[in-house]
């Protein structure tokens, strides 16, 4: 059995900010990133955390045991119920969402996993705006299914659709903002609206706004995934996840987690803190780039059309701007052919090649840019009008920009397209 009391911080008593100098409320999100979640007073005196590569952690006898699980005391017991270092990680992602608790995974996915899979029952249904994450939703169609839970789906950003797809039987709606690629813009507090109307879970996978563009549970969403992997671990050489939300919410994801056993690794969860005391610096320059690229594509002749929310032709714009400290790194356009029309994807294909800095890879939030052209990269073996439904046509490029110089990365996309 996990510890009762595992979602208890095990240095709750030594905060990293305030001790000594009083109380300090909401500090900076950088402040936030490199401070938070941590003991002042660390092991060996060290200024960061010690990686403790361990599997079990001992008891000094039959007594100890029994005042541990008698006193919930907040300490390890085994490596699968989670670590001191993904505690710290897990403080420090609660406090830059301003969640209560948060629970870290391996993956992105096993935080969707385990998220879903301890609120839903056989006969429960979910709801989720058709621009989410494929493989999320992939595993609600295909596996959750089979375990009797209803899966639907309904247009993104088209919330009368989602009101109306509730039943009684509702347990969760599911959203994603930004979506990828399409850069849609959800209203957080009306996604949150609703599910609080009618008594649903809501859960917004915010991997491509994190909570240094938009913290949804500000706006009364009730649980936030990141797949850490991206933005927050920032640096394309670790995987992780996590959820966020109130203690009563997590408390069952925590103890599945520790059935389940997608835990992170004492070096991989260090990883991730290293990443994260960066974020508020590498996200500006993300969203920074993000915008200098698309404002630079926006006006190029071979370029039919730019999505990204910081342009004021996108379609949530003012969405975006009003809730939104920026657009994130995400860019994604579409091709014009030597003829006028949309390029065919062997061209498009041709620019992507041509590119000398971002790397042709999957993923994002990385500080190297990363370059794909979406039929190729996650769709190449589905059907035409699979991929029309999906809306990826052949001319979509995306593009993840990194923390290289703006002026750079413009200069590259002109030489590829010229
Ligand atoms: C990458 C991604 C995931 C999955 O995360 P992994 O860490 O790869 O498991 C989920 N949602 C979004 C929006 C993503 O970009």
Redesign the pocket.
């Known amino acids: 059995m996990p510890p009762k009391n595992a979602v208890e911080p095990t240095d709750a008593a030594a905060p990293a900010m305030g001790a000594g100098v009083g109380p300090i409320r909401h500090p900076g999100p950088s402040t936030t990133a490199v401070h938070a979640g941590e003991a002042r007073e660390k092991p060996g005196f060290a200024i960061t955390d010690p990686i403790f590569a361990a599997s079990t952690y001992t008891f000094a006898s039959t007594r100890a045991i029994i005042d541990f699980l008698e006193e919930e005391q907040p300490r390890e017991e085994y490596g699968r119920y989670g670590n001191p270092g993904e505690k710290v990680v897990e403080r420090k992602l609660a406090e830059l969402d301003r969640g209560e608790d948060a629970v870290l995974f391996a993956?992105?996915?096993?935080a969707?996993v385990g998220v879903l899979m301890p609120h839903v029952s056989a006969g429960d249904e979910i709801v989720f705006f058709d621009e989410c994450?494929h493989?999320?939703r992939e595993f609600c169609r295909r596996h959750l299914t089979r375990f009797g839970v209803g899966f639907r789906e309904v247009a993104t950003c088209d919330y009368d659709a989602m009101e109306a797809a509730i039943t009684p039987r509702t347990r969760f709606l599911v959203s994603?903002s930004p979506t990828?690629p399409h850069l849609s813009i959800i209203d957080a507090e009306r996604f949150a609206d609703i599910g609080r109307r009618h008594g649903v879970l809501t859960l917004i996978?915010a991997?491509?706004c994190t909570p240094h563009n938009l913290r949804p549970l500000e706006a009364g969403v009730d649980l936030v995934l990141h797949?850490a992997?991206?933005y927050l671990g920032g640096h394309n050489d670790l995987?992780?996840?996590a959820v966020i939300g109130s203690r009563d919410h997590l408390e069952p994801v925590r103890r599945l987690r520790g059935i389940m056993g997608s835990v992170n690794s004492p070096h991989n969860a260090y990883l991730l803190e290293r990443g994260l005391k960066t974020l508020a610096l590498r996200m500006d320059r993300h969203n920074a780039n993000g915008l200098a690229v698309a404002r630079f594509l926006e006006t190029h002749p071979r370029i039919e059309r730019v999505l990204y929310p910081g342009l004021a032709s996108h379609p949530y714009h003012d969405l975006a701007s009003r809730t939104m400290r920026g657009g994130g790194g995400l860019v994604t356009f579409f091709l014009r052919g030597t003829d006028g029309g949309p390029a065919d994807w062997r061209t498009t294909a041709e620019v992507i090649d041509r590119v000398r800095i971002p790397r042709i890879g999957p993923?994002?939030g990385g500080v190297e840019s990363l370059i794909e052209q979406p039929l190729v990269m996650s769709y190449w073996n589905y059907a035409p009008e699979e991929r029309r439904a999906f809306g990826i046509p052949d001319n979509m490029i995306r593009l993840a920009c990194g923390i290289e110089d703006a002026d750079d990365l413009v200069a590259d996309l002109a030489q590829a397209l010229d």
């Open positions: 993956t992105g996915m096993a969707l994450y493989r999320s994603e990828n996978d991997t491509l797949s992997t991206k995987l992780a996840g993923s994002l």
